[in-house]
């Protein structure tokens, strides 16, 4: 069984400190992109926490035992949870939803421009054949090989099978 490996994606700062401690591992430890390193478990734990600090850890980032000790406890309690602790709105079957106001939204939203399409009454028919040709080839269920009678839905796929079943003909 394969040793479970770590992916490690180091800082950018480390990137380079963190490829020669790679490479001295034996067995080398492998990339498996341009900036991201597996790392089997057993060499992480031995691996030294500088080249870690900054680094994102199977897509979380790498916090420091150190790091971890150095925040104090006001600064943890005073961050803001944004939408915890709110009461859930929901709405009452039959009316419409309260108005959310525009500065709820922040600076930077705009308003979309209203949707570009055409309502259903006015759109054209789609199976509308308005030039009248007649291909020939085509039958109620739809198109059909002219060496082995075959019907298929679409022209292209009647021409592609033609090619590759029939190519003498």
Do not use: N
Not at 48 to 72: F, K, T, W
Not at 129 to 157: A, H, L, M, Q
């Amino acid at each position: 069984m394969p040793p479970e490996l770590i992916r490690v994606q180091p800082a950018t700062a480390l990137r380079r400190d963190f490829a020669v401690w790679a490479v001295a591992q034996r067995p080398k430890v492998r990339t498996v992109s341009q900036s991201v390193f597996a790392v089997p478990a057993d060499q992480f734990v031995k691996m030294p926490e500088r080249l870690l600090i900054g680094s994102v850890v199977d897509g979380h980032r790498y916090i420091s035992p150190d790091e971890d000790q150095a925040q104090p406890a006001a600064d943890t309690a005073a961050a803001e949870l944004l939408g915890v602790g709110l009461p859930e709105v929901e709405g009452i079957p039959g009316e419409p939803l309260p108005e959310v106001p525009a500065e709820a939204y922040g600076p930077d939203s705009t308003p979309l421009p209203p949707p570009e399409f055409a309502p259903l009454e006015d759109a054209p028919a789609e199976d509308d054949d308005s030039d009248g040709s007649d291909s020939g080839d085509e039958t109620g269920d739809g198109f059909t090989c002219d060496v082995c009678s075959r019907p298929f839905k679409s022209e292209r796929g009647r021409d592609t099978h033609r090619r590759q079943a029939h190519p003498e003909a």
